[in-house]
């Protein structure tokens, strides 16, 4: 069954329809269809993961610069390095300050935006003491110590000064 409808524009709509006719070679009835599918299926996905979430994950996936892990392997993983070597540490804490220049180009400059930007990697849970206060809730408590020294490069230069404290399952920070 097919329905007709008809429609009117405002100049953004039309744009973005101007803009993909040649990318998808069909009339522009094709490419609302398109839209709709498109449409429908954000929608349901936007069911189980926010909008920022998805986000977060096609910055983090999409270059290819980070990879998948299941818990379990992020668990075993820090169960075999153990305490680690101070080179290992030492790197972790580097590729935080770097993290920091990445986040800073992106936009992602407040500690809350940080914090909310890197829990969608699942390394914890962030909970909002107040607006100088977080509790990061460690997914995986092995995990504890490589979360803190990215975190503690991350922060280094920061305009306010971070306390980060490790608490086992928590992480603490604070801004002073």
Request: hydrophobic share 35%.
């Amino acid at each position: 069954m097919i329905e007709r409808l008809s429609i009117s524009l405002n100049n953004e709509s039309s744009k973005i329809i101007q803009k993909y006719l040649p990318k998808y070679q069909g009339s522009k009835a094709d490419l609302i269809r398109r839209a709709l599918i498109y449409l429908d299926k954000c929608e349901e996905i936007q069911e189980t993961v926010d909008f920022k979430t998805i986000e977060a994950y096609i910055d983090y996936l999409g270059k290819l610069e980070h990879v998948i892990v299941d818990i379990s392997h992020w668990k075993v993983i820090f169960n075999e390095i153990g305490t680690g070597s101070s080179k290992f540490w030492d790197e972790i804490y580097r590729i935080g300050e770097e993290h920091r220049k990445e986040y800073y180009d992106k936009g992602i400059r407040n500690i809350r935006m940080v914090l909310e930007h890197v829990e969608k990697t699942n390394w914890y849970k962030l909970n909002v003491d107040s607006e100088d206060c977080y509790t990061l809730i460690l997914t995986v408590t092995e995990a504890g110590k490589f979360v803190k020294n990215f975190l503690t490069g991350f922060f280094k230069d920061y305009p306010r000064k971070v306390e980060i404290s490790d608490e086992g399952k928590k992480i603490r920070i604070r801004v002073i």
